[in-house]
Each structure stands twice: as structure tokens, then as C-alpha cells.
Nanobody
């Protein structure tokens, strides 16, 4: 099994930045692509970033592109999400996920492991 633990969420004013991280432990061998998702109250879980094992390929939807950056440190088994120019509509619980599927993965069903989530609240 693989355990994912997110950290770094909190309350931030609109226009500011926040970084969240996710550390994997357990049987991490074979874990390749990592991703971030978010879920706001009353809404479906939304894909927001994916990164391949090498870090050489990333993908973002238009809603966060050019504002959010995903990165990873494989030596630390950690993936990061840097969020800039935050908006109130970015308020959600942010989840990291790990997949054994190679390449960029957008579909939540393709992720094998999930963290417990961290709350990010952006005030106007």
C-alpha cells in the first residue's frame, strides 16, 4: 500500500500565493504519475494538475493554467503544488493522488492512491 499525506493548506487572501505538498510512503516503487485534484462543496472532484515520474511532462486545465505549478522531488517522495494569483473560486479541499499508469493522467479513476485532502480557503 501507498500512503499519501498532504500538508500546507490554509486561509489566504485573493491574489496571494500558497503552496501545498504531498509526501508518499509505503510501497512507492512503481508509482509514476502524480496528480492534484480539488473538490469544492456541492461540486464534483476536479482535475487540476498532473506530472510524470521524471517531472518532464505536466498538464493543467485552463482553470489553473499559468497560475498553478506542479513539481516533484522523487528523492523525498514528495509532490508540490504552487498556487499563485489565487481566487475565491479556488477554495476547495485539495487532494493529491498517485497512479501506476505511465504518462500524464487526467482521469481520477486511473489513480490508485489518494491522500486525505487539505483545505484551501481563499478570501475575497
Amino acid at each position: 500500500q501507498v500512503q499519501l499525506v498532504e500538508s500546507g493548506g490554509g486561509l489566504v487572501q485573493a491574489g496571494n500565493s500558497l503552496s501545498v505538498s504531498c509526501t508518499a510512503s509505503g510501497r512507492t516503487f512503481g508509482i509514476g504519475t502524480m496528480g492534484w485534484f480539488r473538490q469544492a462543496p456541492g461540486k464534483e472532484r476536479e482535475f487540476i494538475a498532473s506530472i510524470t515520474w521524471s517531472g518532464g511532462n505536466t498538464y493543467y486545465p485552463d482553470s489553473v493554467k499559468d497560475r498553478f505549478t506542479i513539481s516533484r522531488d522523487n528523492a523525498r517522495n514528495t509532490v508540490y503544488l504552487q498556487m499563485n494569483s489565487l481566487k475565491p473560486e479556488d477554495t476547495a479541499v485539495y487532494y493529491c493522488a498517485a497512479s501506476r499508469v505511465p504518462g500524464l493522467v487526467l482521469n481520477p479513476a486511473a489513480y490508485n492512491y489518494w491522500g486525505q485532502g487539505t483545505q484551501v480557503t481563499v478570501s475575497s
